[in-house]
């Protein structure tokens, strides 16, 4: 697959960060919860950090693989960590009453996310874990008409630690921007966290918020 199409796909399956109301201008019972490290967390269960440190990457067909996968998604299977890397990929989608990420006019003036039930003749690509999410939501598999998985391969030389924020030898590598193609939803946050070691705790550092759309991911 050749760069220009990659990054195609990349952004047309981005839709970034949303925070939605279902329910509006309704009482009802609430129970406060409290999410902290989102991008961190789903970024480190995907195990994006392989790919942005990547020496390449690659999108192979893997149709018959992702079909198979998704067919087996269930809400226990998603708390297995081991199955969060295997949502590393993108599918070209017949939504048929599927719940998806759609970008549109809403309001009749100007565009917006929404998660809602899609149906279009025209075939769309998503990313894996809108896809495991639809699944979830409606209890059935969308039509998948073709799957490529993202795979990093080797490491970038000059990798090094640096010092973010003032913290002092954060156990963080920043890696020379030099892929061949990116996934434009990985992303990570900047909050310090403490990683434990047998006798000390040092401080990690994290990104800052990236639109790797607006990023140039090619170095030759």
């Keep these: 697959m050749n ?12 839709f970034g960060g949303r925070s939605e109301s279902r329910i509006r201008n309704w009482e009802v019972p609430v129970c406060p919860v409290d999410f902290m490290s989102e991008y961190p967390t789903i970024n480190e269960l995907l195990g994006n950090w392989d790919v942005l440190t990547a020496k390449r990457v690659t999108f192979t067909d893997a149709t018959k693989e992702i079909r198979k996968l998704l067919s087996t998604i269930s809400l226990e299977r998603c ?3 081991k199955t969060w890397p295997r949502f590393k990929f993108f599918a070209l989608v017949c939504p048929d009453n599927d719940i998806f990420p759609v970008r ?9 996310i929404g998660i809602n039930y899609f149906t279009s003749k025209e075939p769309f690509w998503f990313a894996g874990p809108d896809i495991v999410a639809s699944i979830l939501l409606t209890g059935k ?3 998948i008409q073709k799957a490529i998985a993202v795979v990093p391969y080797g490491s970038q030389e000059g ?3 640096v010092s973010l924020r003032g913290m ?10 030099s892929a061949e193609v990116c996934c434009s939803s990985l ?9 434990s070691g047998s006798r000390l705790q040092v401080p990690v550092g994290r990104l800052e918020p ?3 759309a607006q990023a140039v991911w090619t170095h030759r």
């Design 159 to 161: 990798l090094r630690s």
């Design 210 to 212: 990236l639109d790797l």
């Design 168 to 177: 002092t030898r954060p156990l963080i590598a920043m890696p020379r921007v």
């Design 141 to 143: 598999v969308p039509r």
């Design 79 to 81: 708390f297995d960590q």
């Design 3 to 14: 760069v220009d199409r990659a990054y195609g796909i990349c952004l047309q399956s981005y």
């Design 187 to 195: 992303v990570f946050v900047p909050e310090p966290v403490l990683r």
């Design 104 to 112: 549109t006019v809403y309001n009749g003036a100007t565009q917006n």
